[in-house]
Every structure is written in structure tokens, then in C-alpha cells.
């Protein structure tokens, strides 16, 4: 019965007094830690594995560090070598299960943006407005998970550790006593429900407002993915779990306008979005059964309870508990709402690689609106296949993927020490190759669209976009939390937020744009604009350890 552990249908079972799935400890007295596994005493044996021996420059930090050390008298609840409870320990089919519910519910999520595209102009005939405003359904869309992404996002960084501090918006997945779980139930509750009113909106500002708001409370997945995955993968596999689920988050978008377009055709833009309600109501069942608790702290912070009760001992406590007692309302602010802008600013290496993540985020989408402009207006493609068009962008990510495994593999890999430890300026190869795909791309696209060149022309150069993005998004993920393991989540944040804002804007101007220019110049001015970020990889892979040495926040120890 392991595939229902420590699911929201055990934890209702429990509640009942049902107990389908034994932890470790209700089996077996003897893994209970003792008085001898007491805090105190010496700091490098009590702290955790990510602190740091070297103050940083941001006070919340310091002070969490300075009381990792467990108070005297407690026993400190840990994982042991071979516990079956420890995420990282799980059989590989359970890893790979989880895996599979994580990336359904990012699909729906990432889907509801770009199937909602598919019914722009029957929205424009419904509530007479331009289609300039009816795009305002995609672009409120992204701004929403965006916001939501940068509130919800987890205090620390994903490749050093799943320990995390209390968040801004309680309750949070990183909070010991909360978990993941709970927080991706509610959001694709949530989620799920804000469709019906989505779809029956009886105005164009209602359309519009719950858009943005099942966007906002979809969002969560979208920030805590990345952690679930660490919370199962070491750091020298991290790398794959995380390019696999991402797979998922371009494969959406590229799916959506495909799966819409039969719905709008038949049925109007109502249509596309019940369709999401029905991918997302079979989303939250499969969740609500099969999805687990991954969070370490949640996990050892539950296993201390029962000790406490099984026991009468109040002095076993889990470690994520004494380190979160120290933060106050001030902390909280600086380390969720403060720093996460002023990084993007403070730091060089930072603002460099949000602006030209967001940029290309931003020219996918802008990009994705010529094409229904060329297969439509110059290949004469029927509208409701219009959406098989993206094909090779999904094809480009399938291509690409086995292609940066194997360059992680052969090249990143045996660079990494014993611990999976790797030089941040390593990773910016791969986003140095990646920034070369995407106007390759843009250009080849631009120019082959015409009457006098067959249309498996521009899709095949299409599909470089997602080559180069999986090079270059997956490169630049890992580089920041490798060179900012103490701000990453804040350093996140302010990508998401940035890549969002991008993401929005461009999509309105799009339309016009390629009618104005044509084809192959509005291709070639995203073009010109990819090639202008190149350099950025390529300096930072030669000299980014020297920008590194220089900043107060980055790591100086690899």
C-alpha cells in the first residue's frame, strides 16, 4: 500500500483512525533516535548540510545559521542512511510515479495559457472588443502564474538543499508543519474550480479577471516543482529530473492552440476552456490519491510529532522546527518582497541572465503569434489544424532533451566532485550553445515562410527554438542556484516575475508587428534581438568566476 503514503487520502484515512501505510517508526520501535542523538556540542556535526561557514551579506541568513545548532536536551529526529521514509531513498518506480503526477499537473497548468489561444477571435465576436484586448486572456494568464510564482516561491535554493525557511504567503510548501502537498492540492483545487466561472464569464472584465486569478492560484506548482524534484534527486541527478519535468512546460504551450482548436471550432472559446476544467478535474483526482508528501522537513517534522505522542518525550524535535523559530515578520519581508527585486538589480551576473531569459520568453510567445498568421494566411491551413503547426517546437524539446542529457553526461558529469558539486561557470556552456539555436531559428523561419517554399520548411527550422531553449533555460536554472545558493529562491522569483512581465507584453504588439513588417523582417528584428544576448553566456562560461569573486552574495568556494 506504499502508493497511497502519506497522500491527502491516507492523511483523511489516519484522521479516521485508519492506517493503510505504517511510517518506519510505527513498525518498528528500534529506529527511534535516543537520548544520545542530542543537540549541542559540535556545530560542524549539527549543522546542516548546506551552512556555510563564512557570514553573508544578508542578516535573516546569518541568523538561521547561527542557530542550526540543536538547544541542549533535544533529540534531533533525522533521516538515516537507508530510510525508506527519506524521499531520496525511494524505489525508482516511486520516483518515477511521482514524477509522472508532477508533470500532469505543470502540463495543465502550462496548457491553460496558450489553449485559450485557439479561441481569441470567437472571444473578440462574443464581447466586441478588438483582438488586441481579446489577447489580454493569454497575457493576464501569464502575468498571473507570474505573481504567483514570485509570492509562493520557497526561501532557498533547490540545488543544495530542501530545507527551507517559513514563506511570505502562509501557508507555504516549505513551512516544517505545512508541507508540498497541501499546497498543490489546494492550488489545483482552486485551479480546477475557477474553470466554471471562467467559462461561463458573461462579460469580457469577468473573462478577463478570473483568467488572471486561476492563473494566480495555479501557480504554485510551477515554483515548488523544482523542489519536489530535489526533494527525491541528489545533486549529480537533480539536473535530469529537473530537464524532464520542464519538458512538460514547453510541451503544453505548444499542445494548446492543437487541442483548443477542434473545441473552438465546434463549440466557440467556452469550449477550450472546459476542456481545461476536465484535464484539470482529472489532475486533482489523480493528485488527491497517488501524490505523496516529498518535503523532507514536513516528513521529519511529522515523524517528531509521533515520537512526542508515542512517547511523552516533548524533546524530540526535528531540525526544520528549531531553525524556523528565528525568523520574525521583518525577516520574512526582506527575504520574500525586498531582496528578490534588488538582486536583479545588485548583482550584474543576475539582472544579465533574468533580462535574457525573460527576453526569450518573451520572443516565444511574440513568436508563436506568426503562426497562424504563415500557415493560415500563405499555407492555407484550416483553422482547426492550424495548432499541428507547433508540432516541430514540441519535436525541437523531444530532440533536444536526450541531446543535453548526453552533454551532461559525458561533459558536466565527470567535472563534478564526490558530492555533485560542480563550477557554476561550467553550466554556461550549454546555454552558450543553446543562445546560438534560437535565432537560427527566428531567421530560418522568417525567410522560408513563403508561397514558393514547402511549410515543412519553417516547422522544422522551428523546432531549434526548443533545442536551443532546453540548452539554455536548463543551463541557466542550474548556474544561479550553483553561484547563489543563499539567495536562489530570491533570484528565482525575480525571473519568474521578470520572464512574466516579458512574456506578457510582447504577445500584444505581435499581431501588428507581423502585419506591418511582414514575415521575415518582424522574424529577423527577434531575431536581431536573440543575437544581441548571446555574448552573455560566452563571457560569463570565460570570466563569470571573476564577476563571482566580486559579489558579497555569490559562492567563492568552487
Not at 550553483?482 to 504588439?509: E, I, K, Q, T
Amino acid at each position: 500500500m506504499s502508493i497511497f503514503h502519506d497522500t491527502i487520502t491516507d492523511y483523511f484515512l489516519r484522521a479516521a483512525g485508519i492506517k493503510i501505510a505504517p511510517h518506519p517508526d510505527e513498525r518498528d520501535s528500534s529506529t527511534w533516535p535516543t537520548a544520545a542523538a542530542v543537540g549541542g556540542g559540535d556545530p560542524e556535526k549539527n549543522a546542516p548540510r548546506d551552512s556555510a561557514s563564512t557570514p553573508t551579506s544578508d542578516p535573516a541568513i546569518d541568523k538561521e545559521k547561527a542557530h542550526n545548532v540543536a538547544p541542549e536536551g533535544v533529540i534531533l529526529v533525522e533521516f538515516s542512511p537507508d530510510d525508506s521514509a527519506n524521499p531520496q531513498n525511494w524505489p525508482r518506480w516511486k520516483k518515477i510515479w511521482v514524477m509522472s503526477q508532477l508533470s500532469l499537473w505543470t502540463f495543465t497548468m502550462y496548457i491553460g495559457s496558450s489553449i485559450y489561444t485557439a479561441g481569441i477571435a470567437s472571444v473578440s465576436e462574443d464581447f466586441h472588443v478588438s483582438t488586441v484586448a481579446a489577447t489580454l486572456g493569454l497575457t493576464l494568464f501569464v502575468l498571473g502564474y507570474g505573481f504567483g510564482m514570485c509570492i509562493l516561491y520557497p526561501r532557498r535554493s533547490l540545488s543544495l538543499t530542501t530545507r527551507t525557511g517559513p514563506m511570505i504567503w502562509a501557508p507555504m510548501s516549505e513551512v516544517p508543519q505545512l508541507g508540498r502537498l497541501p499546497i498543490y492540492i489546494f492550488s489545483c483545487v482552486m485551479f480546477t474550480a475557477l474553470q466554471v466561472p471562467t467559462a461561463l464569464a458573461t462579460n469580457f472584465g469577468m473573462l478577463m479577471a478570473f483568467r488572471f486569478i486561476g492563473a494566480f492560484f495555479g501557480s504554485p506548482v510551477l515554483a515548488v516543482g523544482g523542489a519536489t524534484v530535489a526533494d527525491m534527486y541528489g545533486p549529480r541527478t537533480r539536473a535530469y529530473g529537473i530537464t524532464l519535468w520542464g519538458w512538460f512546460a514547453i510541451a503544453a504551450p505548444t499542445l494548446g492552440p492543437l487541442v483548443g482548436g477542434f473545441a473552438n471550432h465546434a463549440h466557440g472559446w467556452r469550449w477550450t476552456i472546459w476542456e481545461l476544467l476536465w484535464l484539470s478535474g482529472f489532475t486533482l483526482i489523480v493528485l488527491w490519491f497517488f501524490f505523496p508528501e516529498t518535503s523532507h522537513t514536513n516528513i521529519l517534522y511529522r515523524r517528531a510529532v509521533r515520537l512526542r505522542k508515542a512517547t511523552g518525550n516533548e524533546n524530540y524535535r526535528a531540525k526544520s522546527e528549531i531553525s524556523s523559530e528565528v525568523y520574525t515578520l521583518n525577516d520574512i519581508v526582506q527575504m520574500m518582497l525586498v531582496r528578490a527585486v534588488l538582486l536583479n538589480f545588485q548583482e550584474p551576473i543576475v539582472l544579465a541572465l533574468n533580462l535574457y531569459i525573460a527576453l526569450i520568453y518573451a520572443l516565444l510567445y511574440c513568436w508563436f503569434e506568426s503562426l497562424p498568421i504563415v500557415f493560415i494566411g500563405i499555407y492555407g491551413f484550416k483553422d482547426t489544424l492550424v495548432g499541428t503547426s507547433f508540432l516541430g517546437v514540441l519535436m525541437g524539446g523531444v530532440l533536444g532533451i536526450p541531446m543535453f542529457f548526453y552533454y551532461m553526461k559525458y561533459w558536466q558529469e565527470p567535472k563534478m566532485d564526490a558530492e555533485g558539486n560542480l563550477k557554476p561557470e561550467e553550466r554556461m556552456l550549454g546555454a552558450s550553445i543553446g543562445s546560438l539555436f534560437i535565432p537560427v531559428c527566428l531567421f530560418w523561419f522568417g525567410w522560408s515562410s513563403r508561397e514558393s517554399v514547402h511549410w515543412i520548411v519553417p516547422i522544422i527550422g522551428s523546432s531549434f527554438f526548443t533545442m536551443g531553449g532546453v540548452f539554455l533555460f536548463n543551463s541557466v536554472l542550474n548556474y544561479l542556484p550553483d553561484a547563489y545558493p543563499d539567495y536562489a529562491a530570491s533570484v528565482f522569483a525575480g525571473n519568474d516575475l521578470m520572464r512574466s512581465g516579458f512574456g506578457a507584453a510582447f504577445p500584444l504588439f505581435a499581431g501588428g508587428m507581423y502585419h506591418n513588417l511582414g514575415i521575415g523582417w518582424a522574424s529577423s528584428l527577434l531575431g536581431f534581438l536573440a543575437c544581441a544576448f548571446v555574448p552573455i553566456p560566452f563571457m560569463l562560461y570565460l570570466y563569470g568566476d571573476r564577476l563571482r569573486y566580486m559579489s558579497k552574495r555569490a559562492r567563492h568556494d568552487i
